[in-house]
């Protein structure tokens, strides 16, 4: 090593210690902040708690007020309806079904948008529900109306005001505790029944559980004196309400006209922070109770890993940068050295570097490839060599097919002059057909009205060669002549068709019908014979990978077509075939529709 090689190495140690040094500087920097962050953290954290469940609290407040108000109006207006009036005041055997079906259809047409039962309790101790109850529903409803205060006096007092009372579900004692709202039926200043409306307690717990940020956090609907008439749904078991502490919240928030705030309270043997809300419309206060841990937890969390992950960082840098020193950064600087050596013409000293093995790996690829530059070198002429031979070889293939063309126009010429039309007209379809061939023999596509050319020259040349006339009729619109196909697509499904469908044992006139149209953005080419036909297990096999082993077979070109379909342009388009034995062969090709002006606009796209 040269004595500016070590100097520039010891430079570059340089930087990397002091590059260590700022990053210790940071992480001692961010520890530092996220110790000063951590303490006035509990604060934030807890008035952001506030924030978000009071904002949880006032959008479940509305929600329970607005279903409550909308049973009251339900009840009020059910209570007065004049139809089910009517039916309460005229007993007899049909009047419980009558009764049920009133119900049910102010129901509906009150298009009631909450899951409620619905009774009616008559003076007769007679229940009406929708839906309906059994015998032991009834029972359950009367003991459970019976007991409660206001059941005794109810006629006497006022008949427009609504009774809500919280008790347990008359259909299961160990569900949800349900609301029930009251109301007496009046007709003439007289009692004749008693609405009640159960609303399931389920749905309030439900609604509770928006109010939840963590699955320690209870919330609950307590009532004036203190009894718990809802709680969210998954509750703590062990959680006891302690009414005395519970109590000088209450008292306190009402003395000072507050529907809102938060206390510490003690309930069963925790410490909870408590926030409550006075629901609208209600005697019933919203109460969450949020664990004091749950408080403080974030900003523990954040203290501890940060003082974590800063030691695991101290003690990882000073170790990862002097591996990276003596491994990595010394090593380059070798490297370096080699490849200006070999980029000033000298040919690099060997260097045996123990590591790293993706270092490793570059230190034998820079050796491997400055010896393998001169083989490109030599290998770049061989081939510039290569490619002049086969430009000539190219050149003399080109000329060959010339050769035939104008040997088949002498042959032409001359049999015309000796008048033998029938040999000049097969040397005509030939010489046609050799055109076609040979004109632009990089060209993968033609028109179909070229393709219908090549394929009409190829049938008068096969009428000639067996001297039997073949029908041909071509039914193509105007625009399928125009569409572009790949190159030597016809004449193939017209080969098979004489030489296989007009072979022996055919009897009769050989008929080809050609026919093409544009549906739906495809060109239908459709080639149909009256030939011998094709067997059904020979049909199948077709296209199910069982190719025929003669070359000389009637599937060959018919499987490599379809091959080629498939490759150029996938399903659906293709080949399909429909034959009877003896009768006929339906040769059908589906190709896009294209072009040749959209298949440039698609190239130059």
Known sequence: MSVRDGFRALLSSWKLFLFILFSLLVLFLISFQGYVVSKPSTKKIEEQYNRIIEANMDSVSVNVSNDLNYIDDFARTLSNDPDLIEVLQRPGADMKENAEKQIRLFTENYHLRLPVNIQIYDNYENVFAYPSLNLWEEQRLKQIVSKFPWFIQRVVLDNNYLHWNVTTDFHNEQASNALYVSKNIIRNSQSIGLLVIELNGALIERLLNRVQIHPDNPILIISPDMQVLFHNEKAPASLRL??????????????????????????????????????????WTMVS??????????????????????????????????????????????????????????TPDAYHYKGF????????????????????????????????????????????????????????????????????????????????????TEVLYSTLEEEKEYAMSYVRFQEIRSMQPIQVRLELDEPSLQAQVPKFTLQPIVENAIMHGFASPFVGEPRITISAAVRDGSLILETTDNGNGIEPAKLHALFHRERPRSPRSSGISLINMQQRFRLEYGKPYGIRIESRVREYTDVTVNLPYVTADRQKEGISG
């Open 289 to 346: 109770l949020i664990p004091p841990g749950l408080l403080h937890a974030d900003s523990v969390s954040i203290w501890r890993i940060s003082s974590i992950m800063t030691v695991l960082s101290v003690i990882f840098i000073i170790v990862f940068f002097a591996v990276l020193y003596t491994k990595v950064t010394l090593p380059l600087h070798q490297l370096s050295r080699v490849i200006r050596n070999a980029g000033n013409g000298r």
């Open 357 to 440: 093995k993706e270092i490793e790996t570059l230190s034998r690829g820079i050796f491997q490839f400055i010896a393998e530059i001169q083989q490109q070198f030599e290998t770049i002429k061989r081939g510039e060599g290569e490619k002049r031979k086969l430009e000539l070889r190219r050149l003399q293939e080109q000329m060959r097919p010339h050769f035939w063309h104008n040997s088949l126009n002498s042959l032409r010429f001359l049999a015309v002059l000796h008048g033998d039309r029938t040999m000049a007209d097969a040397l005509l379809s030939l010489t046609k057909m050799l055109d076609y061939t040979l004109k632009n």
């Open 242 to 283: 302690d009414a005395e502490s519970l109590r000088g919240f209450y008292q306190s928030a009402k003395s000072g006209n507050q529907d809102r705030g938060s206390a510490d309270v003690s309930l069963s043997g925790m410490q909870y922070h408590l926030i409550h809300k006075q629901i609208a419309a209600t005697p």
